[in-house]
């Protein structure tokens, strides 16, 4: 596609339910991320995948938070048992390699009530 | 650790004048520099990155931005600055070496340009 495709771009739910936040990388890039924007904390790096390898968690800030990317493509964050503090808004970004530029999506806005 | 701190929340700025927006950050390790913008209702994108070589780092949109190692900053500048500037303007230091996408974000700085 012509950028980093995020899907529900706004996402409300009840404080307890889980949610799946979708992100769909420019093809070809090997390198996916997740990142949360909030308020409070700025933007925070959650997780990152490379391919094949072991993804890159050191940034989920509770078991309640994982992530897969199947087939090196498409990934999916899960929040589970949302809370209120989860509310922001959910980037994914891809690059071509580690080490080239991020490209963003629009990301997902959670709003936990 | 690695951190970066944006000095100015908001900036404030009327058309075709300078800006200067401020950061500084700390880390014991070589250094990865990035500035990335944010328009309105878009996602981000990378204005200019410091890796090695020259300090002195041009972007897109007339942007630059000078790395000074003693006193650890990285100040992105514009000698005019336009109304479409007008967006958020994020600081980002590399958590590693090996890896330039995974990022430590400062808060933000807030350009709003006025006519």
């Known amino acids: 596609g012509a950028g980093v495709s995020q899907s529900p771009s706004n996402k409300v739910t009840e404080k307890g339910k889980d949610v799946e936040l979708r992100c769909d990388p420019i093809?070809?890039?090997?390198?996916l991320y997740w990142y949360r924007q909030s308020l409070g904390q700025g933007l925070e790096f959650l997780i990152y995948?490379?391919?094949?390898?072991?993804?890159?968690k050191s940034g989920l800030p509770s078991d309640r938070f994982s992530a897969e990317r199947t087939g090196g493509s498409v990934s999916t964050l899960t929040i589970q048992r949302t809370q209120q503090e989860d509310s922001a808004v959910y980037l994914c970004?891809?690059?071509?390699?580690?080490?080239?530029?991020?490209?963003f999506g629009s990301g997902t806005q959670l709003s936990v009530l | 650790a690695q951190s970066v701190t944006q000095l100015d929340s908001q900036v404030p700025v009327f058309e075709e004048a300078p800006v200067e927006l401020r950061c500084n950050y700390s880390?014991?390790?070589?250094?990865?520099l990035f500035w990335y913008v944010q328009y309105p209702n878009q996602g981000l994108q990378l204005l200019l990155k410091?890796?090695?070589?020259?300090?002195l780092v041009k972007g897109i949109n007339g942007f630059e931005a000078e790395f000074n190692k003693s006193q650890t900053s990285f100040h992105l500048r514009k000698p005019s600055v336009h109304i479409s500037d007008t967006a958020e303007y994020f600081c980002?230091?590399?958590?590693?070496?090996?890896?330039?996408?995974?990022?430590?974000f400062g808060q933000g700085t807030t350009l709003q340009v006025k006519p």
């Open positions: 970004a891809s690059s071509p390699s580690p080490n080239e530029k991020l490209f």
């Open positions: 093809s070809g890039h090997t390198a």
């Open positions: 995948f490379q391919g094949n390898s072991a993804p890159d």
């Open positions: 880390s014991s390790v070589s250094v990865y």
């Open positions: 410091y890796l090695s070589g020259s300090t």
């Open positions: 980002a230091v590399s958590a590693g070496s090996s890896n330039t996408g995974k990022l430590i």
